[in-house]
């Protein structure tokens, strides 16, 4: 028993000498989601038309400039909140949003895998499908083309846009929602703490 609640205390102090790094797990996770969030947004922004009519049509979505204008307001607008950490919370509900819209709308049919990779357990009819297609472009560009080249950056594969990029931002997101942007790193906590002194 001795040996044990030393253990708990080693366990204690410890956690307490990490609790002023507290806030860098959320100033992680948002460095990690501004730039993917930004950049989504301004693709949509500078090519409005086309999301618009992307959203419309293949989506089916009513409403599509409006719908279109709020995604890229979200993402765009919100990516860059989240960089500086300013309304962290508030600015997750509707970069959520956006994300179950892309993961419902857009990627579900197509299973939970982002890039096809047929040696995954999660692997679906149409990932397996798509190594014979890659099989088959490898071979057309090591016979017609300089495929040293073309795979220099790294090797051909096939895109799958499944769920798993939508469900991962989400899951970040819903984290954030939990904790804020962070103590020390955001500024919501000097927001915060001024606040509290003058109110004090």
Do not use: C
């Amino acid at each position: 028993m001795a040996t044990l609640a030393r253990v708990e205390g080693l366990y204690n102090q410890a956690i307490e000498y990490t609790k002023p790094a507290d806030g860098l797990a959320p100033l992680l996770l948002r460095l990690i989601l501004a730039p993917v969030m930004i950049q989504a947004g301004y693709n949509k922004l500078i090519s409005f038309e086309n999301t618009a009519a992307w959203f419309g049509g293949s989506l089916g979505m009513p409403l599509p400039e409006v719908m279109a204008a709020l995604a890229i307001g979200a993402e765009f607008f919100g990516g860059m909140l989240l960089l500086v950490g300013l309304a962290t919370r508030l600015i997750t509900i509707p970069l959520m949003v956006t994300m179950l819209v892309a993961a419902l709308a857009v990627h579900w049919d197509n299973g939970w895998l982002a890039i096809s990779d047929s040696s995954s357990w999660l692997a679906n009819d149409r990932v397996l499908e798509a190594a014979e297609r890659k099989s088959r472009a490898i071979s057309i560009l090591r016979e017609h083309g300089n495929y040293r080249y073309l795979s220099g950056r790294g090797s051909i594969t096939i895109l799958n846009n499944g769920i798993e990029f939508a469900a991962m931002y989400f899951v970040m997101l819903l984290s954030l929602f939990f904790t804020g942007g962070g103590r020390y790193t955001s500024v919501d906590y000097y927001i915060d703490r001024f606040r509290n002194r003058a109110s004090s």
